[in-house]
């Protein structure tokens, strides 16, 4: 219409010809104004932003068109892009660093406080029933708790030696107690704790107590090294190093949009996903491991607060000690006749008349009778720590963190996208930033992790270069899992091949119902009955055992037949005095 006025009239076209530049600048002038108007208000200095849109040659990362963006502008946009990645990767990995480090903290304090008031209330217990004898030998269970304590932190200590020595100090001074009338020298009670396997002075308590105890120390142990795995791996993994492809993407959403004068103009939801999952394609290939890491680490919360309880564990310490001196002071006739046998007589002490078999039986009566009994708690009374809970209430609130986790690092890249500072909502496909200009982004989206990014439209991905630290990471993982999953079986890892040939692990593969009050009862094949004693530093060759024995084979080389023949008769008569 226009046109056809002017048709003819050089003025008149020269006039439109006006208008429409002085539009033109005024529609550009306006477009910029709004870029200018973000860049500052992003703490960057305008004075290299340009008034009106210019040419985009200059450009090396968006669409060479008319642009808003200097070279200056567009160096710092990407710098800020990269920025916004990161800060997207760990805020959002910030709920898992948090959970594992709280909840590490929460179990680390409730698992000393507890090994900390099992060993007070020990001593209070031990105080009252025995008095003096106990606070004679108060140092001995001290260095049980220590050596708990150690093991619990890490230290290179065997719990199935832990108790084996435990069990062999605390039967030499019983064996001491119970028969006052005599001396004892170290040789002597070398021998007694030597052949402790065979008088089982303790009954079979010491196999219940390295059964529970041990179950429940390995999983408390594991359980708190897997959370700070946990924590470790997710700060390391949330530590990008972010590829020149990956900020070119990165810039190209975010950014281009303002370089075109539609600052406000978001990314499209597909684009989004395509460059994020680009951009963290390694680290979708933690999802197998993390979410098998994951699942043992919930697994193994459910032991802890089931069969494995080391609360129950803690509490019984005390009781099954306890009983143990009582079952060898009850039985301390039959045992003393059978080391007496086998170690030989002691020397009676001197000037105190030795007590005949009887008084020795109404004694044990007294002491039976005078025994207090010990508390015990209701699941509704157990007690808290300083830790402020108890073991249930750590572990319900431990699996309502862990069970989010799984397939994180595979959502990861919607989770960033559906943020709608991000990108634009799935529902606003045609009016969104496609990577050139205002529409529909039309390219199918990746799949997920590394192998599946080879035709990614918008990140080029080298497929045949997995990151290095990736791959450390999915070893450590591994390496966790493994130390989760048999700390579920109740075996120690660090201590497989130096506890015999049960393979269910430091000699735990057995089940007794009434190790575990409450849940039921399960009797998988046993391992033996009683920890075999690690060698002693002590030297036994000088025992009267070895006295007996040692001299009469020794002689037997060197004499006459006919001496040989009455030295063996002299011997078999003598069997049924020894060691049986």
């Not at 006006?18 to 709004?34: D, I, Q």
């Not at 963006?69 to 160096?75: D, F, R």
């Not at 990140?459 to 579920?488: C, F, G, S, Y």
């Not at 094949?525 to 007996?548: G, L, M, V």
Request: charged letters at 25%; hydrophobic letters at 35%; one cysteine or more.
């Amino acid at each position: 219409m226009v046109l056809r006025l002017c048709s003819g009239t050089p003025a008149c076209l020269g006039a439109l010809l006006w208008l429409t530049a002085v539009w033109s600048s005024a529609t550009a002038a306006r477009s910029c104004a709004e870029s200018r108007r973000e860049y500052e208000e992003r703490g960057y200095s305008a004075a290299s932003s340009p008034l009106s849109p210019i040419s985009g040659e200059h450009l090396r990362l968006c669409p060479q068109d008319y642009t808003c963006c200097s070279s200056l502008m567009e160096e710092t946009l990407a710098r800020q892009s990269e920025a916004d990645f990161l800060s997207a990767v760990e805020d959002n990995s910030q709920f898992l660093l948090t959970s594992f480090t709280q909840r590490h903290r929460k179990f680390d304090e409730f698992f000393r406080e507890l090994i900390d008031v099992a060993e007070k209330a020990m001593n209070q217990m031990f105080t009252k029933t025995y008095g003096r004898l106990y606070t004679q030998n108060a140092q001995l269970f001290q260095q049980l708790f220590t050596e708990l304590r150690r093991y619990y932190s890490g230290g290179g200590v065997s719990l199935s030696e832990v108790l084996s020595d435990f069990w062999a100090g605390l039967v030499e001074r019983v064996f001491s107690l119970v028969n006052p009338q005599y001396q004892f020298g170290q040789d002597y009670l070398e021998c007694v704790s030597k052949h402790a396997e065979q008088l089982q002075p303790f009954g079979d308590l010491p196999r219940k107590l390295r059964v529970q105890l041990s179950r429940a120390f390995i999983a408390a142990r594991a359980l708190v090294q897997g959370l700070a795995t946990g924590r470790d791996i997710v700060n390391k993994a949330a530590k990008l190093s972010v590829s020149s492809e990956c900020v070119r993407a990165l810039m190209r959403q975010w950014y281009c949009p303002l370089c075109r004068g539609m600052p406000s103009l978001k990314s499209c939801h597909s684009l989004c996903l395509n460059v994020m999952k680009g951009c963290l394609a390694n680290q979708a290939d933690l999802d197998s491991e993390w979410n098998n890491f994951i699942d043992s680490l919930l697994s193994l919360a459910d032991r802890l607060a089931g069969p494995f309880n080391v609360e129950l564990a803690a509490d019984s310490v005390a009781v099954k000690v306890s009983e143990a001196i009582m079952h060898m002071q009850e039985n301390s006739v039959t045992i003393s006749t059978k080391v007496f046998q086998g170690c030989g007589s002691p020397r009676p002490v001197p000037g105190r008349a030795k007590r005949s078999p009887r008084e020795r039986e109404r004694e044990n009566e007294r002491q039976r009778g005078s025994r207090r009994p010990f508390k015990t708690y209701s699941p509704e009374e157990k007690p808290t720590t300083a830790a402020g809970t108890n073991l249930d209430r750590l572990v319900l609130e431990l699996k309502e963190r862990l069970r989010p986790m799984r397939g994180f690092w595979v959502s990861l890249p919607h989770t960033i996208c559906n943020d709608d500072k991000m990108a634009a909502d799935v529902t606003n496909e045609d009016r969104c930033w496609n990577g050139q200009a205002r529409g529909r982004y039309l390219p199918d989206v990746m799949g997920d992790g590394l192998v599946n990014q080879v035709n990614n439209p918008e990140v080029e991905v080298d497929i045949a270069r997995p990151d290095v630290r990736t791959r450390q990471l999915i070893m450590e993982l591994r390496v966790a899992i493994n130390r989760l999953k048999h700390a579920h079986n109740g075996q120690d890892t660090d201590f497989m091949d130096s506890d015999g040939d049960d393979s269910s692990g430091s000699g735990l593969g057995e089940r007794y119902s009434d190790d575990w009050p409450g849940y039921g009862s399960y009797s998988p094949p046993r391992s033996p009955a009683y920890p075999h004693k690690p060698s002693r530093p002590r030297d036994r060759s000088t025992t009267k055992w070895n006295r007996a024995h040692g001299p009469a084979r020794s002689a037997a080389q060197n004499v006459s037949p006919l001496s040989l023949f009455f030295l063996s008769l002299s011997l078999l008569l003598s069997l049924p005095l020894q060691w049986r």
